[in-house]
């Protein structure tokens, strides 16, 4: 099919183009292949922005010789997938995934097959990353495990030994977990608040060398990215405000201050009940701590496993102090870095837990 002229063609829809430093780069997400294009190929995307046959190509403007380098470059394109034939093989897999992809949109699809391993994809040992570290720790020292504000106000927090446990059997508080959407007035004990956050993203072991940190969830490399921010509605002894949570210190640290019910849910993609919890807890991921030791885009996926993991730490916790909890991603994400202070180019909002004393 590719190498016939009279095949009608079109631009792929699995790849992406962009410019990079003045070059034009073709992505193709599907088959992990970068493309640097030369200067003045551009018309022919733009001519095969809809199916035409190949040897239409001369029906473009332009004298013989220009056509003549324009019918080169789509031949190149075709062999290397840039361009697509009708009916080939990857013509059905590309119409496929639109397909399966189309409520989601291409950019969905296009985040997902880049960060699909393929067949030949090579992976490093346990040994081969321990010389990747050592060789990254003698150019740079590895990023902090977490944030620390130091001009802020603190509070302290009592040890998790001083909570009150309704459930301590796991099987148990695994079946009881459930997502509560209604809160009583009655604010959260601090002791449970306190609790809840040392044992869910508390430190439980460091590598001040590497930076590579241990808790009760497991993350990538144990690199945990992972943020936690409070805002704390009604905490007993806490003063209503946004705090950002210090794992290595166990305290909350005040970076702003508070929002009315109804900012809090429209925050939360309006979602009023959002505004009766007791606590709020946002969980953010600071791409540095990860990108220092993965460079491979898959990595984006590993965020989202650890929130996931957390969130369901979080999840039986609050069941086991007989909290209720549910957590949601439906966020207006600029509000909330707004309400956080992050920056959206280095530190990505990934989800919220809304906590609260049970009617």
């Known amino acids: 099919m590719g190498n016939d002229s009279t095949a009608r063609v079109r631009v792929s829809s699995c790849g992406i183009s962009y410019w990079n430093s003045g070059q034009l780069v073709w992505d193709d997400t599907v088959r992990h292949r970068r493309f640097a294009l030369t200067e003045g190929t551009e018309p022919v995307l733009r001519w095969f922005s809809e199916w035409k046959p190949l040897e239409s190509i001369s029906d473009m403007a332009g004298e013989p010789a220009r056509l003549a380098r324009y019918a080169k470059v789509a031949r190149i394109f075709l062999d290397n997938d840039i361009l697509v034939a009708e009916g080939s093989e990857r013509h059905r897999f590309e119409e496929s995934t639109d397909a399966a992809w189309r409520p989601w949109g291409r950019l969905a699809s296009a985040f997902h097959f880049s960060t699909r391993s393929l067949a030949d994809g090579m992976f490093k040992s346990d040994d081969e990353y321990h010389v990747l570290l050592e060789g990254k720790l003698e150019k740079q020292p590895a990023p902090c495990a977490h944030h620390t504000f130091a001009d802020a106000d603190v509070v302290d927090l009592p040890d998790r030994s001083a909570a009150t446990w309704q459930e301590r059997d796991l099987v148990e508080v695994l079946y009881q977990r459930r997502s509560d959407r209604k809160f009583a007035e009655t604010p959260i004990p601090l002791t449970s608040a ?121 999840y039986l916790l609050a069941t086991s102090l007989g909290l209720g909890v549910t957590f949601t991603s439906a966020m207006r994400d600029e509000l909330v870095e707004d309400l956080l202070g992050v920056r959206a180019s280095h530190e990505v909002v990934m989800g919220c837990a809304a906590i609260g004393t049970r009617p």
């Open 194 to 314: 306190a609790a809840l956050l040392q044992i869910a993203v508390g430190i439980v072991a460091k590598d001040e060398r590497t930076q590579t940190v241990f808790k009760t969830s497991p993350s990538g490399g144990g690199r945990h990215p992972t943020e936690v921010y409070v805002y704390a509605r009604a905490i007993e002894g806490v003063e209503p405000g946004t705090y950002h949570y210090n794992p290595g210190k166990h305290t909350l640290e005040r970076i702003g201050g508070t929002r009315t019910d109804d900012e809090l849910g429209t925050i939360v993609g309006d979602q009023p009940w959002v505004g009766t919890a007791g606590m709020l807890v946002f969980f953010t991921c600071v791409l540095a701590r990860s990108m220092w030791r993965y460079h491979a885009p898959r990595t984006y996926r590993l965020l989202h496993m650890d929130i996931g993991h957390v969130s369901q730490t979080v």
